[in-house]
């Protein structure tokens, strides 16, 4: 019995002293961890996140014009399955079909499918497509300098297909593409807007907030004024200006950067306000006081010092601040403004389904709002997570 209690003591007392020495990175994640729906809105992120930047394997076919099906416009989703009216088999396939035209139908386009046993298409895995990069820039320079390409790694495989012609798990759009692929695609190019946009607001927030925050005085008063300023712009009527500035002939590229900037440049006070109050709190501890007093300069406290005291607020911050941008970038692309055909994003797809006529006859146009809906739940349960995990005084650690 005495043996029993002596090692309960000491197990006691081995985690009193792992919970006392561990960093506060440790801390909050052992903290988030107890937060169920945190916990699994992190892995259904990170599935969506992987889903996007491994787009071009996972999906079958190229998400540009060039991969459209001109045969199944407007196609419903084909679910693969083993048996029909012709007996079972052991793989999965799904049926072909053909765009014609007829008497019948006053000579409009019909599809016709074919349910008899020649017309099935089998699924495959791992088969051979339309080729890919990863890993490949282009850098040109302007003036003199030579133009420089990192071909990076090129594949053709893809995780499905059929053995013959195509098959479009999503259904397709009026123009012959792949949903599904289109889908993947525009979750990668929704989530690379939001992190420019994410990486230029924090180093605007961190530049400004930290000098407003450590010098204080005029120079603190002048840089708040800015802050409002910025704050009180009316979004809407700028992205419009925006919008009409915009030249035509910009590439798919360029606007994609030019969005990803204007995100960022307008989403920075919130998190510089943040990063000032603490600043404010900080600076006058004993710590900052020795630091100033064996010499070092003003950025080395700031950089060593004040900025690791709160790292873990300011990660909790960029993670919320992720759905607003996706968002914005949503919002703007649903409204025209944003990014526009062929570019995939998510806002360019739900441009799809504003019509009376999809939602009539298309409803598998709106298969790319499910996964938006859960690409923003699944950051705010994320978010809301980390947000009181790295709260101590929070109610849920009590």
Request: aromatic share 14%.
């Amino acid at each position: 019995m005495t043996d029993t209690s002596n090692n309960q003591a000491s197990t006691d007392q081995k985690l009193k002293e792992a919970y006392f020495t561990a960093s506060q990175g440790q801390l909050i994640w052992q903290r988030f961890k107890k937060n169920k729906s945190a916990l699994f809105g992190a892995w259904v992120l990170i599935i969506l996140i992987l889903s996007g930047i491994f787009a071009p394997f996972l999906t079958p076919y190229d998400a540009t014009i060039s991969g459209r099906d001109k045969d199944y416009l407007n196609g419903a989703p084909q679910i693969p399955s083993f048996c029909d009216d012709n007996g079972c088999s052991l793989r999965p396939f799904i049926y072909s079909s053909e765009r014609t035209r007829s008497i019948e139908t006053s000579f409009r386009w019909v599809t016709i499918v074919n349910t008899e046993l020649e017309g099935r298409r089998y699924l495959e895995f791992f088969v051979e497509g339309s080729e890919y990069t990863y890993l490949s820039f282009d850098i040109n320079l302007p003036g003199e300098a030579l133009d420089f390409r990192i071909p990076g790694f090129t594949f053709n495989t893809h995780l499905f297909g059929v053995d013959k012609g195509m098959i479009h798990i999503f259904g397709t759009d009026s123009t012959g593409k792949d949903i599904y692929s289109r889908t993947l695609t525009a979750i990668n190019t929704s989530m690379a807007v939001g992190t420019i946009g994410v990486f230029i607001a924090f180093i605007m927030a961190l530049v400004i907030g930290g000098i407003s925050g450590y010098y204080g005085g005029f120079l603190d008063s002048s840089l708040q004024m800015i802050t409002d300023t910025v704050r009180t712009i009316p979004s809407i009527p700028l992205f419009m200006a925006l919008a009409a500035f915009i030249p035509d002939v910009w590439s798919a590229e360029t606007r994609f950067l030019f969005i990803s900037m204007v995100l960022g440049l307008i989403g920075w006070p919130t998190l510089a306000r943040r990063i000032r109050t603490h600043l404010l709190t900080e600076r006058s501890q004993e710590y900052v006081l020795a630091a100033q007093l064996c010499g070092a300069s003003s950025s080395h406290v700031i950089r060593r010092h004040l900025l690791p005291s709160f790292t873990s607020y300011i990660i909790v911050d960029l993670v919320i601040s992720f759905p607003y941008m996706v968002l914005s970038e949503t919002a703007l692309s649903f409204i025209g403004l944003g990014l526009k055909d062929p570019v995939n994003s998510l806002g360019v797809m739900l441009q799809n389904v504003t019509s009376a006529d999809v939602l009539l006859n298309y409803q598998w146009y709106f298969i790319p709002v499910i996964f938006f809906i859960t690409l923003v739940l699944a950051f705010v349960f994320v978010g809301d997570g980390l947000r009181d995990a790295a709260d101590p005084y929070s109610d849920s650690h009590k």
